[in-house]
């Protein structure tokens, strides 16, 4: 287990270098397609189990809209890496009544799960899709968050790691960082200040 918890942490300090040292940057003209990715701050909302607890859940609704000229395939690919060590994936084990909470808390039967938002994005804001991002709450150590969004955009590049025969290959992805005052106590009543949003290769 402590190797386990070990390896996890040293993936997730990889993640923070990789994307600060060394790591190629994004063309400034974009050498490839890119869909608008428009989003909303992150919420807190506490889901009760069928055990009668309560379990909290970050979840951030967004629109992606495809003005690329060509119809694309959007896979949602969305990770969150913690400054303490924790890497998750949005979805991952996500009961869906907590896709079903959200949905009512919008009050927007048209938003999509994020399996529905999977598929053929056809050009034009009138085939926009709206879908949700959905992650466990951390621990009281965190301080800040990173986003990761994936699969916006068709651009690549190849790192060379010392040691390694083939060169790794990086896409780009959207980065957020957002600040996380205060402790875990009453996740409601957290204010997140986000701190930047850009294009990085990871």
């Not at 270098?17 to 940057?25: D, I, M, N, R, Y």
């Not at 428009?38 to 055990?51: D, F, L, V």
């Not at 967004?62 to 890497?87: C, E, F, M, S, W």
Request: glycine share 6%; aromatic share 10%; charged share 20%.
């Amino acid at each position: 287990m402590k190797n386990t918890r070990f390896c996890v942490a040293m993936l997730a300090l990889l993640v923070f270098a990789t994307v600060t040292h060394g790591a190629p940057k994004p063309e400034i003209v974009p050498a490839s397609y890119q869909l608008d990715f428009e989003y909303n701050k992150p919420k807190p909302i506490a889901i009760r189990t069928t055990g009668g607890n309560i379990q909290w859940y970050w979840y951030m609704v967004y629109t992606v809209t495809n003005h690329t000229g060509n119809d694309r395939l959007y896979i949602p690919d969305i990770t969150i890496a913690y400054d303490d060590g924790q890497i998750v994936t949005a979805g991952a084990d996500i009961p869906a009544s907590v896709f079903k909470a959200i949905q009512k808390k919008q009050k927007n039967p048209l938003l999509q799960s994020p399996m529905q938002v999977v598929g053929n994005l056809l050009q034009g804001e009138d085939f926009a899709r709206s879908s949700v991002a959905i992650w466990p709450h951390f621990g009281p150590k965190v301080k800040e968050m990173r986003i990761f969004i994936a699969g916006l955009s068709g651009e690549t590049a190849k790192l060379k790691v010392k040691g390694k025969k083939e060169p790794v290959l990086l896409r780009k992805a959207r980065m957020l960082i957002y600040g996380v005052p205060g402790s875990d106590t009453h996740p409601q009543d957290q204010v997140l200040k986000r701190r930047a949003d850009k294009w990085i290769m990871r």
